[in-house]
């Protein structure tokens, strides 16, 4: 049988585009449908957007250590439209490069949202005038990504999310950050940088659950140091919006928070509603996520899915990653031979997070007899300026084979260095290898290469 496209792909996020590039370079037909913004979450509404607010956030800080410089006293003002518009601006440039990317490969680009009728056609409802074609792929493949969660409470509508927080009309004074994991310490930094009156609910004890302990401790430390309040084992229980637009927060504690906005932060849900997969024998985890073999292959054999919308490793280099690898495996006959071990990250709160390989505790559930090594302390940049921030740094190796098995920085920069450090464990590298290795002086980074006393022996778990 004939079709009009060989591959079919379903969301133009990081894992649809690369692999609809790499497809069509390798000679197959392609196109990929979306109905809401080329780059996808990340480029959009995530990573990207996130981090130039990061940036901006950070001012304030370096602006109040800039008199330990010299530097004298001019008290600036920050204005919420010209960042928001900047980064709208850079936003749309980028759309414009993934549009020119595919465009370049030779990937036809529809504007529309796809559902599925069957294994090999999809039906395209243009988003610019409405009206449906018809299309028909030997192959289709769904990289839809996720969408974030919004609360039952009372009065949830009231809350905005990651959807919304980079299109806001106006700028809140005072802001609540429901949630414990990465978005919602990230976003709390950012509020707090751009001087808003910012607290923290997490209804868990301690936030960013399955980062290592010491990290969580150390970046629970710091934050409040910054200015932001934490309040854990606490949560929301409705929100009533006043006459004059402020919201009146009922916490489960009985407490009453009155504020200019909450930002909600309680997770992402795979992006799979109205995809038509009822139409198909894809089988769906209890999580939401799509089913998957090695090979990215659902249960309907012509039907391909991976990035956030299959719940492995959701970040977006891994979302790439996947999209290479199918788009070989499928053209070019390479087996898929994925590693998710030793796979670095980056929180960018503030201060950042960078990570690497096992936890201390992760380590222990593993079977591994383990050396800690660590080291907190407070950077060169802050003894001149003030500022009280502190930085962590940690080893964990394995005591048997003296290999590091995992690397965690909690400081300005972390992103950045712990990359370095995850090519060495990536590697296999071992203690002697970092101790054996010069640091660059000064910085913070050499710490990781100078760090010889065993703080604690952690043995593994036997449970």
């Not at 979450?41 to 602006?63: D, I, R, W």
């Amino acid at each position: 049988m004939k079709y009009d496209y060989d591959l079919f792909v379903i969301g133009a996020g990081s894992g649809g585009v690369r692999a609809s590039r790499i497809a069509s370079q390798l000679g197959a037909k392609v196109a990929v449908a979306e109905d809401l913004y080329l780059g996808g979450t990340c480029v959009n509404v995530g990573c990207v957007p996130k981090k130039l607010f990061v940036y901006a956030s950070e001012f304030s800080q370096a602006y109040r250590a800039a008199q330990g410089f010299g530097w004298s006293e001019v008290k600036p003002t920050f204005d919420w439209a010209t960042l928001r518009d900047n980064k709208t601006h850079e936003i749309e440039r980028l759309n414009g490069v993934y549009d020119n990317i595919l465009t370049k490969a030779g990937v036809e680009v529809l504007h529309g949202r796809a559902t599925i009728v069957d294994a090999h056609t999809i039906n395209l409802t243009d988003t610019r005038d409405n009206s449906v074609k018809q299309f028909s792929a030997e192959r289709i493949l769904l990289a839809t990504g996720g969408w974030p969660r919004k609360p039952g409470f009372p009065g949830a509508e009231h809350v905005m999310t990651s959807n919304d927080v980079f299109f806001l009309d106006n700028f809140p004074k005072r802001v609540l950050v429901q949630g414990g994991g990465y978005i919602a310490v990230e976003f709390a930094g950012i509020f707090n940088g751009l001087e808003c009156d910012t607290e923290l609910l997490y209804r868990g004890p301690l936030f960013l659950r399955g980062f290592d302990q010491q990290v969580r401790d150390f970046v629970a430390q710091e934050l409040t140091s910054s200015g932001v309040t934490l309040s854990f084992n606490t949560d929301i229980e409705k929100i009533d919006k006043q006459e004059d637009g402020s919201l009146k927060v009922t916490l489960n504690t009985g407490e009453i928070r009155e504020v200019d906005a909450v930002f909600s932060a309680i997770g992402r849900s795979p992006k799979v509603q109205g995809l038509g997969l009822e139409n198909t024998q894809v089988a769906m985890k209890k999580s939401g996520h799509i089913e998957v073999n090695d090979n990215f292959q659902t249960a309907e054999p012509s039907i391909y899915a991976l990035g956030d919308v299959v719940g492995r490793k959701e970040l977006t280099p891994v979302a790439l990653a996947e999209g290479m690898a199918l788009a070989n495996h499928l053209y070019s006959g390479k087996d898929i031979a994925l590693d998710y071990n030793n796979i670095a990250t980056a929180v960018f709160c503030q201060p950042n997070i960078g990570t690497v390989g096992y936890s201390e505790e992760e380590a222990a559930q593993a079977g591994l007899n383990c050396e800690i090594y660590s080291s907190e302390f407070k950077a060169m940049k802050n003894t001149l300026s003030g500022d009280p921030g502190r930085t962590l740094m940690k080893l964990v190796v394995d005591a048997d084979s003296k290999k590091v098995v995992g690397a965690h920085m909690v400081g300005p920069d972390a992103g950045e260095i712990i990359q370095g450090f995850a090519v060495a464990i990536k590697a296999g590298a071992t203690k002697e290898d970092f101790d054996n290795t010069v640091g660059v002086h000064p910085t913070a980074a050499e710490e990781f290469v100078t760090m010889r006393q065993v703080a604690r022996v952690n043995p593994a778990d036997d449970a």
